[in-house]
């Protein structure tokens, strides 16, 4: 679904148009300050009352499949939030624009619209390499950047004055995951073929320590362009090296690569996704061609209470990637607005961490801002985990799911979910 661009929205805006649809421990001491860079600290942007969210997810794009669930997740949050008191004693405010891919500069105009309009929080991108071509623009104008779904470790020591965090955690788990898995469905000699960006090549390097810490090998790790016309070249290279396994690491193009990997009669092979294309195929393949292949997710599992949630807003809804991790950030903004008592981002990203751990555990919007009320230090355990936010505005601690396919081409089964510390 390709979600059009909305203004401002209240809550009686977001509740109407559901109605019509008829589906709708103390750690404040070790706050982060803004760090500092040649040019100074990040200039400070003021609030005027009213908490302002803006997304910046994909609607169109090599990760527009991550959109329907990324922004449904913000809305279910935005009501839960507005039906229990909003945020600094009002209704917060929402407005969604499309993140686009690297190949497009809609990201950099949609942060220009959202900060036009003096918006407090900007959560998304989905893309780490599209996060790391506009977090400049919205750290240095002040304003606070969540992503639901950043995974690139070069995010995690980024000079962002103290304003980036994600609900998603860093490659380091996921690789560490995904690469003990393959060796442990009894694979030796591992290829991988790898989107060429800071994604795709961080979680290859993170993947291949683990397969050979776990006595595997990777015997071809091949780097592609994801806007090249044809990816035989790169099939051929890895059906050379004669592996166990193949990790396909990579977006959308995979709907290119997957036909070619059949051609070359690799099938026969063991193959791996990761969150950046474990999507539902059914109606891209011939059925049964990943019939027994794996993947692996961030994210714990998607209870059927929220489900319930997010179906009545957008009842298209069929994959469910990123979609807490969104919730989870935006409730976290409005929890730390509330507690620092301002709209100001500043003010707000000194809070994240401290509404995130280290307090009483809530695990609702309504029970944390009655704990805040009551003058009590809160620790937010979220939908997609308990969070807990270092110092670096990474997550301390996370889950990945991992999935298997059925003949159908779809998700079917629920392998694990295995909990880490990052």
């Known amino acids: 679904m390709i979600r059009p661009n909305l203004g401002w929205r209240s809550v009686a805006v977001l509740s109407a148009a559901c109605l019509a649809l008829a589906a709708c421990g103390d750690d404040k001491a070790n706050s982060p300050t803004p760090a500092t860079s040649g040019s100074g600290a990040a200039p400070a942007a003021a609030g005027d009352g009213v908490l302002k969210i803006g997304t910046i997810l994909p609607q169109t794009g090599s990760l527009a499949f991550l959109g329907p669930p990324e922004f449904v997740g913000v809305d279910v949050a935005i009501k839960d939030i507005n039906d229990n008191g909003g945020a600094v004693g009002k209704p917060v405010q929402i407005q969604h624009m499309d993140s686009g891919d690297t190949s497009t500069d809609i990201a950099t105009q949609s942060v220009n619209k959202l ?27 002040g304003v606070v950047q969540i992503s639901p779904a950043n995974t690139s470790t070069a995010l995690t020591t980024y000079n962002d004055h103290g304003l980036y965090f994600r609900t998603a955690p ?4 996921q690789g560490r995951v995904l690469g003990d898995l393959i060796v442990a469905d009894g694979n030796q000699n591992v290829g991988m073929l790898v989107l060429n960006d800071s994604y795709g090549v961080g979680l290859s390097a993170n993947a291949k320590t683990a397969v050979e810490s ?6 071809a790790s091949v780097t592609y362009d994801p806007k090249a016309a044809d990816f035989s070249a790169d099939v051929a290279k890895i059906k050379q090296a004669n592996p166990d396994a193949i990790a396909i690491i990579g977006f959308d193009e995979t709907k290119k690569i997957v036909p070619k990997l059949v051609e070359a009669g690799l099938k026969n092979k063991k193959w791996y996704f990761v969150d950046g294309n474990i999507a539902d195929y059914s109606k891209d393949f011939p059925a049964g061609t990943l019939t027994g ?18 179906l009545a807003i957008n009842p298209k809804i069929t994959d469910w990637n990123y979609a807490v991790e969104s919730y989870d950030a935006t409730i976290l903004s409005a929890l730390a607005a509330t507690e620092a008592g301002s709209d100001a981002p500043a003010e707000i990203a000194k809070h994240l961490i401290t509404v995130s751990k ?42 990945i799911g991992v999935y298997t396919y059925g003949a159908d081409n779809k998700l079917t089964t629920t392998v ?3 909990a880490g510390k990052i």
Not at 170 to 173: H, I, M, Q, R
Not at 293 to 302: C, D, S
Not at 369 to 385: F, N, R, T
């Open 115 to 141: 900060l036009t309009d003096k918006t407090d929080v900007i959560i998304g991108a989905a893309s780490s390499s599209v996060s790391l071509s506009v977090i400049d623009k919205i750290t240095g104008a």
């Open 170 to 173: 860093p490659d380091t788990l």
């Open 214 to 219: 776990a006595g595997g090998k990777v015997v």
């Open 293 to 310: 292949f794996k993947g692996t997710q961030p994210g714990a599992e998607t209870k059927q209470d929220f489900k319930t949630k997010a």
């Open 358 to 399: 280290g307090g009483e555990k809530c695990t609702t919007y309504k029970a944390c801002v009655d704990l805040i009320k009551a003058k009590k230090d809160i620790d937010y355990d979220g939908l997609s985990g308990p969070i807990s936010f270092n110092d670096a505005g990474d997550p301390a601690e996370a889950t």
């Open 416 to 418: 694990k979910y295995q």
